[in-house]
């Protein structure tokens, strides 16, 4: 059974940044699907990045040129590199793949 096991977060000053990783255990073959997601205190689960189609990423509106989605399939791995953070940005982060549910979350803090 594939688990997805997230390392990173954090709290970092608005303006700063911090880099997720989720790594696959167990075999898997590829990272194609992988995405991540975000959820605030009162607010529903929302994907912010994502492996769409072939090569292809979809990022949300609001993090469009500042979160950058990334992988590495020898490793079994995705990242989530998220520069010029904002308060708004905080939240638990989810990595999840469809064949995988989801990692564990982690927190991410940006004070003002």
């Known amino acids: 059974q594939v688990r997805l096991v997230q390392s990173g977060g954090g709290v970092v000053q608005a303006g700063g940044s911090l880099r997720l990783s989720c790594a696959a255990s167990g075999r898997i073959s590829s990272i194609n699907a992988m995405s991540w997601y975000r959820q605030a205190p009162g607010n529903k689960r929302d994907r912010v990045a994502a492996?769409?189609?072939?090569?292809?990423?979809n990022y949300a509106d609001s993090v469009k040129g500042r979160f950058t989605i990334s992988g590495d399939n020898a490793k079994s791995t995705v990242y989530l590199q998220m520069n010029n953070l904002k308060p708004e940005d905080t939240a638990v982060y989810y990595c999840?793949?469809?064949?995988?549910?989801w990692g564990q979350g982690t927190q991410v803090t940006v004070s003002s």
């Open positions: 492996f769409t189609s072939g090569d292809s990423v």
């Open positions: 999840y793949a469809p064949w995988g549910g």
